[in-house]
């Protein structure tokens, strides 16, 4: 609160008051008064005035500037009815009560949707259970026609994938921490991740090598299978129709850390989309070519790894290759978020 | 035979995991009504338990830890359920092994054959014909002379000597090879079986593995 800004909100009381001034003075010349009897009235007057202003300026202040400091350095300012002292004046009074209520509110409000949140991550989780009784039946019922066998298991595949791409985007937005952090095998995980995915990478004659994977990480398994299954669909979809598709995982240890390295000999990715394959709904010039894809499962990864505290990063050549590492921290460096 | 005890609510996957393991040899029994499950589950007389964790009434982690307390009954969860948590809390219950829905029929067949053998405790050795096969050592002998098998060879043979006499399929052994961490393709599945068939000769049984067009091996 400045000087001038509180001198300009004052403005017609002090006019009032001088026009009243004016006019006592203006009474009184006209009765005659002795002109020391009309100086003392007007200094009393204006005295009087303007002790009252300085008055309401101060306490007005106070209250105010410690309003506007405290705003500046919450960075929660939803916080600021929490940090208000009783400011002492009605209109002071008014909107600090306004402010209790407003946050009253919000804070129901924010709680309802947190709950429907809640909710609806709730029925997620019960809706892919479910969804996954009749996949499994069919799965199973498949096998009775063995010449469709492996083309029906690859669309089942398909769906599975896509359930679960849904089941996963709604643990990765949620803030709650519904995963297991424990060594895992980087063998069984990527193994688990192969055997089901076997029929489709054999439909497209893919060859699968890997070396080093007998080591273990520190991570969510269930999580983790996820991730690697996503970059396994993506090397599926974007292949190169021109070569024998090849994929490599290949996983060494260092000192502080572990690299998982994910590399297909596919289209690859252009250089000006590089950066971006990982922004919500991003498809890109591969994306336009391909009307199959959401934009959604880089993402979904990327928030995924952010969760668990594993670093991605993503290396491609257009026409050549895509390499996607991901880099697990050994112990004493975990940091989840 | 084998009997299997199947605790799964949903009818149609219960119906088609019957009918996969009847076809597989094995006896099946099935739970109907889950309002004593437990009690159901801890009268059978079966060699193998597939139980689901999400049930009506006690769930199928429940059920595991109380029948731990009496019973050694090798038990395998199936379940649709895919956190990290549900795993690690039905090994820790003492599950012997753990499948997530929709499963692979041909791996929940090898599974289970795992487990039952595991916990049959069976000799390291067993004849094929008059050819001694050591699953240990990975090697097949005969008289004094022996073959040596590759990792690949041998997981080959095993599932074709599970089965011997029936039609295996070439998805199938591919399966099993996958889940064993064995990538390999159509092509080397060929030059694989071929090897096995020219060690098995060696060992005086050349006609042992049969080609069926289009349908697979059987291991005469």
């Known amino acids: 609160m400045t000087v001038s800004g509180f001198i300009k909100d004052r403005v017609p009381g002090l006019v009032i008051r001088a026009v009243a001034l004016a006019v006592i003075i203006i009474f009184l010349a006209a009765f005659a008064v002795p002109f020391q009897a009309i100086l003392a009235v007007t200094i009393v007057f204006v005295m009087a005035a303007t002790a009252f202003e300085l008055w309401e300026y101060y306490r007005k202040k106070k209250f105010y500037n410690r309003l506007v400091k405290a705003l500046e350095e919450l960075d929660k300012k939803y916080l600021i009815s929490e940090m208000l002292e009783a400011p002492g004046f009605l209109e002071g009074d008014i909107l600090v009560d306004t402010l209790v209520e407003c946050d009253k509110s919000m804070a129901e409000n924010v709680a309802a949707y947190r709950r429907q949140n809640k909710e609806f991550r709730e029925y997620i989780e019960l809706w892919v259970h479910e969804a996954k009784l009749p996949l499994a039946s069919m799965r199973l019922m498949c096998r009775r026609s063995p010449e469709i066998e492996n083309k029906m298991a690859v669309q089942l595949g ?12 709604a643990r990765s937005e949620n803030a709650e921490r519904d995963y297991v952090i424990k060594e895992t095998s980087l063998k069984k995980t990527f193994g688990n991740v192969a055997v089901k995915n076997r029929e489709a990478l054999q439909m497209i004659d893919a060859r699968l090598e890997t070396s080093g994977l007998e080591i273990n990480v520190l991570t969510d ?22 070569r024998p598709v090849v994929i490599n995982v290949y996983a060494e240890e260092s000192g502080t850390a572990a690299t998982l390295r994910f590399r297909d000999n596919g289209i690859g990715i252009p250089a000006a989309d590089l950066p971006n394959v990982f922004e919500k709904s991003f498809t890109g010039a591969n994306g336009r070519k391909d009307s199959k894809s959401t934009g959604m499962g880089l993402y979904i990864v990327k928030n995924l790894c952010d969760r668990l505290g594993h670093g991605i990063s993503i290396e491609s050549e257009e026409g050549v290759y895509t390499e996607v590492t991901l880099t697990f921290n050994k112990n004493d460096f975990y940091t989840p978020r | 035979m084998n009997k299997i005890l199947i605790i799964e609510d949903d009818r149609t996957l219960c119906a088609e995991l019957s009918n996969l393991l009847e076809k597989s040899g094995y006896a099946v029994e099935c739970i109907r009504d889950f309002s004593n499950a437990y009690m159901q589950m ?13 049930l009506p009434g006690e769930n199928g982690e429940a059920l595991l830890q109380k029948y731990r307390k009496v019973k050694e009954t090798p038990v395998i969860m199936l379940t649709s359920r895919t956190e990290d948590m549900d795993q690690v809390l039905s090994m820790s219950y003492g599950a012997d092994d753990y499948i997530t829905k929709p499963y692979n ?13 595991r916990t049959a405790k069976t000799v390291q050795t067993e004849m094929y014909r008059d050819i001694r096969v050591s699953f240990l050592k990975g090697s097949l002998a005969r008289g004094g002379q022996e073959q040596i098998l590759t990792k690949n060879e041998m997981i080959i043979f095993q599932v074709l000597f599970d089965r011997q006499g029936e039609i295996v ?26 090897r096995l068939r020219g060690k098995l000769a060696e060992l005086g049984a050349p006609d042992a593995i049969e080609t069926r067009k289009k349908q697979g091996y059987v291991l005469k």
Not at chain 2, 105 to 117: D, E, G
């Open chain 2, 42 to 54: 801890e009268a059978s007389d079966a060699d193998l338990i597939l139980l689901d964790i999400s």
């Open chain 1, 158 to 169: 398909r769906i599975d994938d896509y359930i679960e791409n849904v089941l996963y985007y």
């Open chain 2, 105 to 117: 029929p041909t791996i929940l067949l090898l599974r289970i054959s795992a487990v039952l053998k």
């Open chain 2, 169 to 194: 399929s070439r998805d199938d052994l591919m399966t099993a090879l996958w889940d064993n961490e064995e990538y390999i393709n159509d092509n080397a599945l060929s030059v694989n079986i071929s």
């Open chain 1, 221 to 242: 398994g269930k999580w983790l299978e996820f991730i690697l299954g996503q970059l396994m669909a993506n090397s599926v979809k974007y292949r190169s129709e021109e």
